[in-house]
């Protein structure tokens, strides 16, 4: 595997697993737009679960207080450790989603080379052409996967809100200080 394409592990799956499962991606992920979605649908899962994840924590940060009391807020840790878990999160779906993004551009540039090259030819340059609309559509529904992520970013955002009123990431966390910067921004 090229070190290009994301290895994303079964942390992004955000589902406890007896069996923690790899995603390998490739390019062939990326070209099947089922497959594709099918991955986004399972990284999405913590984002639709947020109000529940941080009830969890909640509840176990109670438990382990019971157990070892600690100086500080129980709901600051657990809203601080279901922002870390959003965050990585959102960091890996985007990286998936930029990765296909690329894929699915260079084999258009790829089709587009293909029928430059294919001027004698009507039959094979019309098959051509129609396989580059297909690698357009494709390329659309990977690109609209950019814009559903910044509208599950800013509702998961808003429902942590709800629930985490006081928190604000520390200023010494540089990646969840550019999210939280970017989702309140609306980016």
């Known amino acids: 595997m090229s070190s290009n394409q994301p290895l994303l592990g079964s942390l992004a799956m955000q589902a406890p697993s007896q069996t923690p499962q790899t995603v390998h991606v490739s390019p062939s992920t990326c070209h ?21 994840r941080i009830n969890r924590a909640n509840a176990h940060q109670r438990d382990k207080d019971r157990l070892d009391p600690v100086k500080g807020n129980l709901q600051d840790e657990a809203c601080s450790q279901v922002w870390k ?17 690329s894929v699915v551009d260079s084999s258009m540039e790829e089709k ?19 396989q580059l609309f297909a690698e357009e559509v494709k390329l659309n529904q990977v690109h609209n996967e950019l ?20 928190f604000v990431p520390p200023s010494t966390d540089a990646e969840a200080s550019k999210w939280w910067d970017s989702v309140n921004r609306g980016r």
Do not use: H, P
């Not at 594709?36 to 999405?44: A, D």
């Not at 965050?87 to 296909?100: D, F, G, H, M």
């Not at 509208?151 to 998961?156: A, F, G, L």
């Open 147 to 166: 814009s559903v992520e910044k509208i599950i970013r800013q509702r998961s955002l808003d429902a942590f809100k709800s629930r985490c009123r006081y």
């Open 32 to 52: 099947d737009l089922s497959l594709f979605k099918e991955l986004l649908r399972e990284y999405r899962r913590l984002d639709d679960l947020i109000t529940m």
């Open 85 to 101: 878990e959003l965050i990585a999160n959102w960091s890996r779906r985007t990286k998936l989603v930029e990765y296909c993004v």
């Open 112 to 130: 587009k080379r293909t029928i430059a090259g294919l001027e004698a030819d009507d039959a094979a340059r019309r098959k051509a052409q129609a």
